[in-house]
């Protein structure tokens, strides 16, 4: 039996705000202390904002803690963030 949850669900998490350098940093910290696995990401920078948006793949149970600490994260760094579960 492994001790690995499964990651049977994907979900797109997408950020924008004013530009900012360290965007995904941001992302990468909040979903730090969960088991996931990353997929694509994009990053669009234009007339000063940032737009970011990252696929993963998630242990369902984990996805509302996520989110909650997506938003903690990006009320702190000043960027609007969301998690849709695919």
């Given at each position: 039996?492994?001790?690995?949850?499964?990651?049977t669900a994907r979900a797109l998490i997408l950020a924008s705000g004013p530009t900012s350098p360290?965007?995904?940093?941001?992302?990468?910290?909040a979903l730090?202390?969960?088991?996931?696995?990353?997929?694509?990401?994009?990053?669009?920078?234009?007339?000063g904002?940032?737009?970011?948006?990252m696929e993963i793949k998630l242990d369902p149970?984990?996805?509302?803690?996520?989110a909650d600490e997506?938003?903690?994260m990006g009320k702190r760094a000043n960027l609007d963030i969301a998690m849709e579960i695919l």
């Amino acid at each position: 039996m492994s001790a690995t949850p499964l990651l049977t669900a994907r979900a797109l998490i997408l950020a924008s705000g004013p530009t900012s350098p360290n965007a995904h940093q941001v992302i990468e910290k909040a979903l730090q202390d969960f088991i996931h696995e990353k997929g694509e990401s994009q990053r669009i920078d234009l007339g000063g904002r940032t737009i970011l948006a990252m696929e993963i793949k998630l242990d369902p149970a984990h996805a509302i803690a996520i989110a909650d600490e997506l938003e903690v994260m990006g009320k702190r760094a000043n960027l609007d963030i969301a998690m849709e579960i695919l």
